[in-house]
């Protein structure tokens, strides 16, 4: 039980902050390209309660994580009015690029301050400091995760409007009608799929190896500063 305790305190935290600056993220980039929304809705802040979704954010996710399947959720999205960009087009693809961007920084800023605390506290860290490496490793494989996540080409995540803005205008019309459809083929894809077909899991095959990959390199950072350190 303590340990379950443990993890979930080091997880929380990290989960709600990447969250919460990715969809701020999405709102402060729309509104330098002319698109106040978020803004006049008050979805420009950092407080988790405007972000946070009781449902996606913590009771799905909750209920995947206790029946061993793929986790995913979401929160409260950012309001965006397409029409009102300077530049829909290219202006929505910018939008959606924000948030897996700022998770990648927010990562690389966790890399740092995990190289600092591991060399200051040295190899044998517990306590107070061996809590806050645990908790900084997650915010890194949190981070990365949730960009990477939101980069796959399914409505409604942020690489469906990046994969929008790169199609040929002829083609746009019939991705779009793709996205009432959103929802349940995230269902299908993440949860359907890998029960039906083991082992053809999106989540396991597609996003699992290049979030390693990646958080390899990060940690390598980490590595790099906490030698700097010693």
Known sequence: MNETLYLAAALIVPLIIAIVFHEV????????????????????????????????????????????????????????????LRNPRIGMMLVAIAGPGSNFLLALVGAVLLGTVAGLAGPDAAGVAGFALTSLYYFIAINIFLALFNLLPIPPFDGSHIVEGLLPRRAIP????????????????????????PGLGIVENVILPPVQWLLDKYIGIADLVAGFRT
């Open 174 to 197: 019939a991705y779009e009608r793709l996205r009432p459809a959103g929802f349940a083929l995230v269902v299908i894809l993440l949860l359907v799929v890998p029960y039906v077909f």
């Open 25 to 84: 993220s999405h709102g402060f980039v729309a509104r330098m390209l002319g698109d106040h929304t978020a803004e006049r809705k008050g979805r420009l802040t950092l407080n988790p309660v405007r972000h946070v979704d009781p449902v996606g954010t913590l009771l799905v996710p909750g209920v995947l994580a206790m029946l061993s399947m793929p986790v995913f959720g979401w929160a409260k999205p950012v309001p965006v009015a397409k029409n009102r």
